[in-house]
């Protein structure tokens, strides 16, 4: 299972929120290229940076922190946050992403993910399906739809996606626990690597997602707030 470090950033600045509430907003380190290349120390290879201020806003905000991790790191990043042309995709990627996050797009305009997907191939493009009471959350979680989860992640693999990204809204920042059970659900009707996201607070948690067959986890505030050590997860990769 890959082991991916989130890295959240608003103002130029690593930051946590709690269930995706803008106004719980916590800066953990005023550069996040220190805490990237402290990951890589550690033998992290795999990044999760989200751009929040390009999620609200609709429109990338932060490349020059994408640019200064890719250049400065080896680490595999995948982007996510603001993305709402091919334009921007060649922007994220010319910056460094090996891969890009797509939620809001999926849901808003099917064909222009679609179009995404086919002019990246299925190893780049990872499916954001970010959920709130198992339905369907856009625009930095801000938008919320009445799609199923199950529904949409099973819809885009029969479309051709191929990895597929799930944070449980209501578990994200709170270090309660990983959302196994839809977890489970999701993989019982879908043949995808999902990437589990949201409340991972200890190895255990980590374990846990591992068991249920997940292909990825992301971890965030449980390495912010000490609560996951670094060389501890380094171990894992």
């Given amino acids: 299972m890959r082991i991916i470090v989130a890295i959240d950033i608003i103002g130029g600045k690593c930051v946590r929120l709690t269930r995706g509430d803008f106004n719980s907003k916590k800066i953990y380190n005023e550069n996040p290229l220190d805490f990237a290349i402290q ?4 033998g992290i290879s795999y990044l999760h940076l989200i751009d929040l201020d390009g999620a609200k806003n609709k429109k990338i905000e932060n490349i020059k922190v994408l640019e200064k991790i890719a250049s400065k790191t080896r680490l595999k990043i995948d982007f996510g946050g603001g993305l709402r042309t091919y334009d921007d995709i060649l922007t994220v990627i010319n910056a460094g992403a090996r891969q890009i996050t797509a939620g809001s797009i999926a849901v808003s305009d099917p064909v222009l993910f679609m179009g ?9 493009v990872i499916l954001g399906a970010d959920c709130i009471d198992r339905k369907i959350s856009t625009s930095g979680w801000l938008e919320k739809s009445d799609l199923d989860v199950i529904d949409f992640i099973s819809d885009y693999r029969s479309k051709g996606v191929k990895y597929a990204v799930c944070t449980d809204i209501k578990r994200d920042g709170t270090l309660e626990g990983p959302s196994t059970e839809l977890y489970k659900d999701i993989l019982r009707s879908v043949n995808i690597k999902l990437i589990a996201s949201g409340g991972i607070s200890s ?3 980590i374990e846990e997602v591992d068991k249920a067959g997940c292909e990825g986890v992301i971890i965030g505030k449980a390495i912010y707030e000490g609560k996951i050590k670094l060389n501890e997860l380094g171990k894992l990769c």
């Avoid at 995404?116 to 780049?124: A, I, N, R, V």
């Fill in 39 to 42: 990951l890589e120390e550690n």
């Fill in 116 to 124: 995404w997907l086919k002019k990246l191939g299925q190893e780049k």
């Fill in 203 to 205: 190895i255990k948690d």
